[in-house]
């Protein structure tokens, strides 16, 4: 727990600066209400959304407040486990939990739930791994044990409705949609490639689980891969493949930012945070960062 507190820390400094912020030691007692970070976001408005395992944390630049741990169930969240959030280019704000999905009146503090609703019209309350804002406008979202939903917005009351067109495993980690329009899956045991809609390769596929966990596109639109037994992994365009990228050490990679057009941030578990530097040749380089925080 206090390795993933310290990735927090330095995370939160270095990468989603706020204005006129110093760097501060935080806790679990007094500001936040896990150290079970599953993510960091950070909103039009510069506000530092922190989801944790229980519970959903905002951070102004000043202070810390939970929210949805409201008795009233329009001020509730569906679920202390929180996944993700998310803003999209219309400002709804999107909440992913264990339990489906929410939409967050940043107002109001009010919470509307968005149903999912399966190909044969059932509705599930499905643990929502991902959420993503495709480059055509689409909101689609990845769950563990449904597959992939996309939102309708043809009725005034918006439902995520499953994806029947792409024939994936169902349990799915990650999304990301890349400066070629293609969506890459990250299922625990291989990498989905998607275009136009259609399904196209699998990668890494079969022997032990890689558990692959993220993924990001660095300025001259190479794919990056993390996964939690084997580190990092490289798209090679030419081979349409991935390559291991080597390191000497076991790495496990629980996330992958792209801080700058010359490094990679690596968020690990247990080894704290890393960094990649792009321009020299995909070395690696701990605690160099070109980043400064005051």
Same mark, same amino acid.
């Given at each position: 727990?206090?390795?993933?507190?310290?990735?927090?820390?330095?995370?939160?400094?270095?990468?989603?600066?706020l @204005?006129?912020?110093?760097?501060?030691?935080?806790?679990?007692?007094?500001?936040?209400?896990?150290?079970?970070?599953?993510? $960091?976001?950070?909103?039009?408005?510069?506000?530092?959304?922190?989801?944790?395992e229980?519970?959903?944390?905002?951070?102004? !630049?000043? @202070?810390?407040?939970?929210?949805?741990?409201?008795?009233e169930?329009?001020?509730? $969240?569906?679920?202390? +486990?929180?996944?993700r =959030?998310?803003e999209?280019?219309?400002?709804?704000?999107?909440?992913?939990?264990?339990?489906? /999905?929410?939409?967050?009146?940043?107002?109001?503090?009010?919470? &509307?739930t968005?149903? #999912?609703?399966?190909? !044969?019209?059932e509705?599930?309350?499905a643990? &929502?791994?991902?959420?993503? *804002?495709?480059?055509? !406008?689409e909101?689609?979202?990845?769950t563990?044990g449904?597959g992939?939903?996309? #939102?309708? *917005? &043809?009725?005034?009351?918006?439902?995520f409705?499953?994806?029947?067109?792409?024939?994936?495993?169902?349990?799915?980690?990650? #999304?990301?949609?890349d400066?070629?329009?293609?969506?890459?899956?990250?299922?625990?045991s291989?990498?989905?490639?998607v275009?136009?809609?259609? +399904?196209?390769?699998?990668?890494? %596929?079969?022997?032990?689980? %890689? *558990?692959f966990?993220s993924?990001?596109?660095?300025? %001259?639109?190479?794919?990056? /891969?993390?996964?939690?037994?084997?580190?990092?992994?490289?798209? *090679?365009?030419?081979t349409?493949?991935f390559?291991?990228?080597?390191?000497?050490?076991?790495? &496990?990679? =629980?996330? #992958?930012?792209?801080?700058?057009?010359?490094?990679?941030?690596? !968020?690990?578990?247990?080894?704290?945070?890393?960094?990649?530097?792009?321009?020299? @040749?995909?070395?690696?380089?701990?605690?160099?960062?070109?980043?400064?925080?005051?």
């Open positions: 727990m206090k390795n993933k507190l310290s990735i927090f820390v330095l995370l939160l400094v270095c990468i989603l600066p @204005k006129a912020q110093e760097g501060r030691l935080l806790s679990v007692e007094k500001d936040i209400s896990s150290s079970m970070i599953t993510q $960091l976001y950070q909103d039009r408005e510069g506000i530092i959304w922190i989801s944790t229980d519970g959903l944390n905002r951070y102004d !630049g000043a @202070k810390f407040s939970i929210i949805g741990k409201d008795k169930s329009d001020f509730k $969240l569906r679920s202390n +486990y929180v996944r =959030t998310f999209d280019s219309k400002n709804r704000f999107f909440i992913t939990t264990l339990n489906g /999905v929410q939409l967050y009146n940043k107002v109001s503090g009010k919470f &509307t968005i149903p #999912l609703y399966l190909s !044969g019209g509705v599930v309350h643990n &929502t791994s991902s959420i993503i *804002e495709r480059r055509n !406008g909101i689609w979202i990845g563990s449904y992939l939903f996309k #939102l309708d *917005e &043809t009725t005034d009351t918006l439902f409705i499953q994806e029947q067109s792409l024939s994936l495993d169902h349990f799915i980690d990650n #999304l990301f949609e400066s070629q329009e293609r969506l890459w899956v990250l299922n625990p291989c990498i989905y490639q275009k136009n809609n259609q +399904y196209i390769k699998t990668y890494l %596929e079969g022997g032990l689980s %890689e *558990e966990t993924i990001c596109e660095d300025s %001259e639109r190479n794919i990056y /891969v993390g996964s939690r037994h084997n580190g990092m992994f490289l798209y *090679e365009e030419e349409d493949s390559k291991s990228i080597p390191y000497p050490h076991k790495l &496990t990679v =629980t996330d #992958l930012y792209l801080a700058n057009l010359e490094e990679i941030y690596i !968020g690990t578990d247990g080894n704290g945070v890393k960094i990649y530097d792009i321009q020299e @040749k995909k070395r690696f380089v701990v605690g160099k960062s070109r980043i400064k925080s005051s």
